[in-house]
């Protein structure tokens, strides 16, 4: 059984940076594609960024674009997102998410198809 542990959330001024790493346990990350999810508080939860398990087919929302950057280390077992030039609108908890794919290219930013979530990290932005 998979599962994942995100870690790295806080409090941060706009315009601050922050690194979420997601750790697995359980499985190796080869075949799985991840996702970024946040919600916020009265909000849908609704995907940020997701990657292919050969790291090579990345996604991001618009409203991330050019902000955030996701990456892998599939010998570590982890995935990051790195969050630059925050806003307070990004405020949210922040979770990871895995779905198998045996094509190691695929990835989904649709929610409903993945498999395994993590418990979440609160991401706060606030002067």
């Known amino acids: 059984q998979l599962q994942l542990v995100e870690s790295g959330g806080g409090l941060v001024q706009p315009g601050g940076s922050l690194r979420l790493s997601c750790v697995a346990s359980?499985?190796?990350?080869?075949?799985?594609?991840i996702g970024w999810f946040r919600q916020a508080p009265g909000k849908e939860r609704e995907g940020v960024s997701c990657?292919?398990?050969?790291?090579?087919?990345?996604e991001y929302a618009d409203s991330v674009k050019g902000r955030f950057t996701i990456s892998r280390d599939n010998a570590k077992n982890t995935v990051y997102l790195q969050m630059n030039s925050l806003k307070p609108e990004d405020t949210a908890v922040y979770y990871c998410?895995?779905?198998?794919?045996?094509?190691?290219?695929?990835?989904?930013?649709?929610?409903?198809?993945?498999?395994?979530w993590g418990q979440g990290t609160q991401v706060t932005v606030s002067s």
């Open positions: 998410a895995a779905v198998y794919r045996r094509n190691p290219w695929s990835t989904t930013i649709n929610k409903g198809e993945y498999e395994y």
């Open positions: 359980g499985s190796t990350l080869d075949y799985y594609a």
């Open positions: 990657i292919s398990g050969s790291g090579t087919r990345l």
